[in-house]
Protein backbone atom coordinates (compact mmCIF):
# COMPACT_ATOMS: atom_id res chain seq x y z
CA UNK A 1 0.00 0.00 0.00
CA UNK A 2 1.16 3.61 -0.92
CA UNK A 3 2.08 5.63 1.61
CA UNK A 4 1.92 9.43 2.24
CA UNK A 5 2.65 11.25 -1.02
CA UNK A 6 4.42 14.62 -0.90
CA UNK A 7 5.66 16.94 -3.54
CA UNK A 8 7.81 18.35 -4.80
CA UNK A 9 10.11 17.01 -2.58
CA UNK A 10 12.66 20.00 -2.91
CA UNK A 11 11.80 23.20 -4.08
CA UNK A 12 14.18 26.45 -3.78
CA UNK A 13 12.29 29.73 -4.37
CA UNK A 14 12.94 33.59 -4.33
CA UNK A 15 11.19 35.61 -1.32
CA UNK A 16 7.75 37.00 -2.56
CA UNK A 17 6.64 33.70 -4.52
CA UNK A 18 3.79 31.85 -4.00
CA UNK A 19 5.02 28.01 -2.78
CA UNK A 20 2.41 25.49 -3.25
CA UNK A 21 2.65 22.11 -1.56
CA UNK A 22 0.86 18.65 -2.26
CA UNK A 23 -0.15 15.71 -0.06
CA UNK A 24 -2.09 12.46 -1.03
CA UNK A 25 -3.14 11.24 2.25
CA UNK A 26 -3.05 7.25 2.53
CA UNK A 27 -6.13 5.46 1.47
CA UNK A 28 -9.11 5.30 3.79
CA UNK A 29 -7.17 7.23 6.16
CA UNK A 30 -9.21 10.29 7.84
CA UNK A 31 -7.22 12.84 9.36
CA UNK A 32 -4.63 14.54 7.48
CA UNK A 33 -2.07 16.60 9.23
CA UNK A 34 0.62 19.55 7.92
CA UNK A 35 3.71 19.54 10.36
CA UNK A 36 7.07 21.86 9.87
CA UNK A 37 10.11 21.09 11.26
CA UNK A 38 13.26 23.07 11.71
CA UNK A 39 16.33 22.76 14.02
CA UNK A 40 14.98 25.66 16.27
CA UNK A 41 11.52 24.84 16.58
CA UNK A 42 11.50 21.06 16.18
CA UNK A 43 8.00 19.64 14.89
CA UNK A 44 5.74 21.92 14.82
CA UNK A 45 1.74 20.98 13.81
CA UNK A 46 0.36 23.58 11.34
CA UNK A 47 -3.18 22.86 10.64
CA UNK A 48 -5.06 19.05 10.62
CA UNK A 49 -8.28 17.74 9.20
CA UNK A 50 -10.74 15.41 9.85
CA UNK A 51 -12.82 14.56 6.87
CA UNK A 52 -11.70 16.94 5.04
CA UNK A 53 -12.54 19.52 7.50
CA UNK A 54 -10.08 21.68 9.25
CA UNK A 55 -10.15 20.55 13.08
CA UNK A 56 -7.58 23.50 14.59
CA UNK A 57 -5.47 26.05 12.39
CA UNK A 58 -3.98 27.33 15.19
CA UNK A 59 -0.58 26.40 14.52
CA UNK A 60 -0.78 28.00 11.60
CA UNK A 61 1.98 30.83 11.73
CA UNK A 62 0.47 33.03 9.78
CA UNK A 63 -2.07 34.93 7.09
CA UNK A 64 0.39 33.63 4.60
CA UNK A 65 0.03 30.14 5.45
CA UNK A 66 -3.32 28.49 3.91
CA UNK A 67 -4.55 25.19 3.76
CA UNK A 68 -7.26 22.92 2.05
CA UNK A 69 -8.29 19.81 1.68
CA UNK A 70 -10.93 19.61 -1.37
CA UNK A 71 -11.45 15.98 -1.49
CA UNK A 72 -10.14 13.04 0.74
CA UNK A 73 -7.07 12.30 -1.33
CA UNK A 74 -5.82 15.65 -1.69
CA UNK A 75 -4.51 18.43 0.02
CA UNK A 76 -2.11 21.86 -0.51
CA UNK A 77 -0.23 23.92 1.94
CA UNK A 78 0.40 27.27 0.46
CA UNK A 79 2.59 30.40 1.50
CA UNK A 80 1.97 33.47 -0.51
CA UNK A 81 4.21 35.38 0.27
CA UNK A 82 7.04 33.41 0.79
CA UNK A 83 9.79 34.56 3.15
CA UNK A 84 13.31 33.09 3.87
CA UNK A 85 11.86 32.05 7.14
CA UNK A 86 9.48 30.34 5.67
CA UNK A 87 12.67 27.90 5.08
CA UNK A 88 11.92 24.64 6.67
CA UNK A 89 10.48 20.32 6.00
CA UNK A 90 7.11 20.42 5.35
CA UNK A 91 5.99 16.36 6.57
CA UNK A 92 2.16 15.74 5.91
CA UNK A 93 0.85 12.75 7.58
CA UNK A 94 -2.73 10.89 8.29
CA UNK A 95 -3.86 8.47 10.12
CA UNK A 96 -7.63 6.76 10.86
CA UNK A 97 -9.28 6.82 14.07
CA UNK A 98 -9.72 3.16 12.92
CA UNK A 99 -6.82 2.77 14.31
CA UNK A 100 -5.77 2.04 17.97
CA UNK A 101 -4.01 5.09 19.08
CA UNK A 102 -4.64 7.43 15.95
CA UNK A 103 -0.96 6.38 14.50
CA UNK A 104 0.61 8.91 12.14
CA UNK A 105 2.39 8.25 9.38
CA UNK A 106 4.64 10.30 7.80
CA UNK A 107 5.54 11.36 3.76
CA UNK A 108 9.10 11.85 3.06
CA UNK A 109 8.54 16.20 3.16
CA UNK A 110 8.76 18.77 1.55
CA UNK A 111 12.46 20.65 1.47
CA UNK A 112 11.49 24.34 1.07
CA UNK A 113 14.07 27.09 0.60
CA UNK A 114 13.19 30.83 0.40
CA UNK A 115 16.15 32.54 -1.11
CA UNK B 1 5.31 24.87 30.08
CA UNK B 2 5.45 22.61 26.36
CA UNK B 3 3.50 20.30 26.03
CA UNK B 4 5.57 17.53 25.65
CA UNK B 5 8.82 17.70 26.75
CA UNK B 6 12.57 15.71 26.08
CA UNK B 7 16.20 16.04 26.61
CA UNK B 8 17.39 17.13 23.56
CA UNK B 9 20.93 15.23 23.99
CA UNK B 10 22.93 14.50 22.53
CA UNK B 11 22.78 11.23 24.34
CA UNK B 12 25.69 8.98 24.17
CA UNK B 13 25.94 5.05 24.72
CA UNK B 14 28.53 2.63 23.82
CA UNK B 15 27.46 -0.53 21.85
CA UNK B 16 25.65 -3.19 23.11
CA UNK B 17 24.69 -0.98 25.86
CA UNK B 18 20.90 0.65 26.78
CA UNK B 19 19.73 3.32 26.09
CA UNK B 20 17.14 4.59 27.86
CA UNK B 21 14.69 7.84 26.33
CA UNK B 22 12.76 9.93 28.49
CA UNK B 23 9.59 11.65 27.94
CA UNK B 24 7.32 14.39 29.96
CA UNK B 25 3.77 15.56 29.01
CA UNK B 26 1.22 18.00 30.24
CA UNK B 27 -1.86 16.84 29.65
CA UNK B 28 -3.42 13.97 32.15
CA UNK B 29 -6.18 13.64 29.22
CA UNK B 30 -3.94 11.97 26.91
CA UNK B 31 -4.65 8.92 25.14
CA UNK B 32 -2.17 7.29 23.27
CA UNK B 33 2.32 7.59 23.41
CA UNK B 34 4.39 7.19 20.59
CA UNK B 35 8.04 6.53 19.66
CA UNK B 36 8.87 7.55 16.56
CA UNK B 37 12.72 7.49 15.17
CA UNK B 38 14.32 10.08 12.43
CA UNK B 39 17.52 9.68 10.86
CA UNK B 40 18.88 12.80 9.60
CA UNK B 41 17.25 13.81 6.13
CA UNK B 42 14.19 11.64 6.62
CA UNK B 43 10.89 11.73 7.73
CA UNK B 44 9.93 10.56 11.22
CA UNK B 45 8.57 6.59 11.26
CA UNK B 46 6.78 5.03 14.30
CA UNK B 47 9.31 2.65 16.15
CA UNK B 48 5.74 1.91 18.47
CA UNK B 49 2.91 3.02 20.45
CA UNK B 50 1.62 2.30 24.41
CA UNK B 51 -1.85 3.56 25.78
CA UNK B 52 -1.64 1.33 28.78
CA UNK B 53 0.09 1.53 31.65
CA UNK B 54 3.21 -0.42 32.38
CA UNK B 55 6.18 -1.87 29.80
CA UNK B 56 5.39 -2.73 26.68
CA UNK B 57 8.37 -4.74 24.34
CA UNK B 58 8.94 -5.37 20.85
CA UNK B 59 12.29 -6.76 20.04
CA UNK B 60 15.16 -4.87 21.10
CA UNK B 61 12.60 -1.92 22.22
CA UNK B 62 10.64 -1.45 25.62
CA UNK B 63 8.19 1.66 25.79
CA UNK B 64 7.26 2.30 29.51
CA UNK B 65 4.39 4.34 30.47
CA UNK B 66 3.47 6.18 33.41
CA UNK B 67 0.09 7.98 33.55
CA UNK B 68 0.22 8.85 37.09
CA UNK B 69 3.73 10.49 36.48
CA UNK B 70 2.80 11.62 32.48
CA UNK B 71 6.16 9.88 31.88
CA UNK B 72 7.12 7.96 28.76
CA UNK B 73 10.31 6.02 28.36
CA UNK B 74 11.78 3.79 25.36
CA UNK B 75 15.04 1.34 26.12
CA UNK B 76 16.60 0.24 23.54
CA UNK B 77 18.17 -2.65 24.56
CA UNK B 78 21.79 -3.99 23.04
CA UNK B 79 22.30 -0.41 20.95
CA UNK B 80 24.31 -0.59 17.74
CA UNK B 81 25.59 1.91 15.65
CA UNK B 82 22.67 1.59 13.24
CA UNK B 83 20.08 3.17 16.26
CA UNK B 84 21.67 6.25 15.86
CA UNK B 85 18.76 8.86 14.98
CA UNK B 86 16.90 11.52 17.20
CA UNK B 87 13.82 10.26 19.15
CA UNK B 88 11.02 11.95 19.09
CA UNK B 89 7.94 11.46 21.57
CA UNK B 90 4.45 12.23 20.68
CA UNK B 91 1.05 12.13 22.49
CA UNK B 92 -2.18 11.65 21.11
CA UNK B 93 -4.13 14.29 23.38
CA UNK B 94 -8.14 13.23 21.77
CA UNK B 95 -9.84 15.32 19.18
CA UNK B 96 -7.75 13.95 16.48
CA UNK B 97 -4.59 15.93 17.81
CA UNK B 98 -1.12 14.53 18.42
CA UNK B 99 1.63 16.65 19.48
CA UNK B 100 5.19 15.70 19.13
CA UNK B 101 8.89 16.40 21.31
CA UNK B 102 11.69 17.94 20.18
CA UNK B 103 13.27 14.97 20.29
CA UNK B 104 16.48 13.10 22.06
CA UNK B 105 19.55 13.25 19.46
CA UNK B 106 21.02 9.27 20.38
CA UNK B 107 24.38 8.38 19.18
CA UNK B 108 25.72 4.39 19.48
CA UNK B 109 29.76 4.08 19.47
CA UNK B 110 30.94 1.54 17.74
Same mark, same amino acid.
Given at each position: ???????P??????????V???C???????????????????L????Y??N??????????E?????????????????????????A??F??S?TD?????????????W???? | ????? $?? +? /????????? #?? %????T??? =????S???YR $?? +? /????????? #?? %??G??E?? =?????????? $?????????S???? %?A???????????????????R???K?
Open positions: DAGVIQSRHEVTEMGQETLRKPISGHNSLFWYRQTMMRGELLIFNNVPIDDSGMPDRFSAKMPNASFSTLKIQPSEPRDSVYCASRDLGNTIYFGEGSLTVV | QKEVE $QN +S /GPLSVPEGA #IA %SLNCYSD =RGSQFFW $QY +S /GKSPELIMF #IY %SNDKDG =RFTAQLNKAS $QYVSLLIRDQPSD %STYLCAVYTGGFKTIFGAGTLFVA
